[in-house]
């Protein structure tokens, strides 16, 4: 695992931009796995940036998201289609037909995290995932305990994940109970993985990330198994990491 420290959110968005921007290069049809939460945004503004002065396309490109709460309609501003849509896809070339998320408003909930695998699969797979991960070690929604084996599935949010996202909404009791997410193996198939990670909040779930010891009762240190992840994260997030 790669780590990448950096001074401050800014920097962390700058450089997580620069390497998605270098990949899109090398390879314009590029399969770009997608997370939401208060990390990624500054990145997507770099994107966005980028696109409107250098001109960078996303015209080839598919986004796959990683996550998607059940029951939240698509125009709600905590849906995540509704995040990405107003944080990154209307303001890049990226085709609307192209960005895929899970539906957490299909009736069948089953079929639908299927479907979604089987996108996955259809699409060649994901050549860059970014990640963010939280306090609990959480990546995607795939909270502690969750199989390293997981594929696409309905999860149960852990309190601790309602609680770190209630800032989202206007009470913890609009926060779902349940969402969608790619499971850790579908995580793990990707061929590159970028995490991002800032603030002191971050701090102990840094620790424990880059101490090596790989357990399911912490979902992100499976990444410690996979041979392409870059972790960018600030001082703030490391402070408590040999990485500062
Ligand atoms: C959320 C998302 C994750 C995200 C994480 C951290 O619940 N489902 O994909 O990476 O928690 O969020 P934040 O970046 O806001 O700290």
């Given at each position: 695992m790669r780590v990448i420290s950096v001074k401050d959110p800014q920097e962390m968005s700058e450089q997580a931009a620069r390497l998605i921007m270098d990949r899109l290069r090398q390879k314009p049809k590029l399969v770009l796995g997608l997370a939401t939460g208060g990390t990624p945004e500054g990145t997507y503004q770099k994107l966005i940036e980028n696109h409107r002065t250098e001109g960078m396309s996303?015209?080839?490109?598919?986004?796959?998201?990683?996550?998607?709460?059940?029951?939240?309609?698509?125009?709600?501003?905590?849906?995540?289609?509704?995040?990405?849509?107003?944080?990154?896809?209307?303001?890049?070339?990226?085709?609307?037909?192209?960005?895929?998320?899970?539906?957490?408003?299909?009736?069948?909930?089953?079929?639908?995290?299927?479907?979604?695998?089987?996108?996955?699969?259809?699409?060649?797979?994901?050549?860059v995932?970014?990640?963010?991960?939280?306090?609990?070690?959480?990546?995607?929604?795939?909270?502690?305990?969750?199989?390293?084996?997981?594929?696409?599935?309905?999860?149960?949010?852990?309190?601790?994940?309602?609680?770190?996202?209630?800032?989202?909404?206007?009470?913890?009791?609009?926060?779902?109970?349940?969402?969608?997410?790619?499971?850790?193996?579908?995580i793990m198939c990707a061929r590159e993985i970028v995490l991002l990670a800032a603030g002191e909040a971050k701090a102990e779930a840094m620790t424990r990330l880059l101490s090596g010891s790989v357990t399911e009762q912490f979902p992100a240190s499976v990444l410690n198994h996979h041979p392409h992840v870059t972790v960018i994260a600030d001082e703030a997030a490391l402070k408590r990491t040999g990485n500062r």
């Open positions: 996303y015209r080839q490109v598919t986004t796959f998201n990683l996550d998607e709460y059940v029951g939240i309609p698509k125009m709600h501003p905590n849906n995540y289609f509704y995040y990405m849509k107003h944080r990154l896809f209307d303001h890049i070339d990226l085709p609307p037909e192209k960005a895929y998320l899970p539906n957490g408003e299909a009736e069948d909930l089953q079929t639908e995290c299927a479907r979604y695998e089987h996108l996955l699969k259809k699409a060649g797979g994901i050549d995932q970014l990640l963010g991960i939280g306090v609990n070690g959480h990546i995607g929604f795939n909270e502690p305990g969750t199989s390293f084996e997981s594929l696409t599935h309905v999860v149960e949010l852990d309190e601790s994940t309602r609680k770190a996202n209630a800032r989202f909404f206007s009470s913890i009791e609009e926060v779902p109970h349940q969402a969608i997410t790619m499971g850790i193996q579908t």
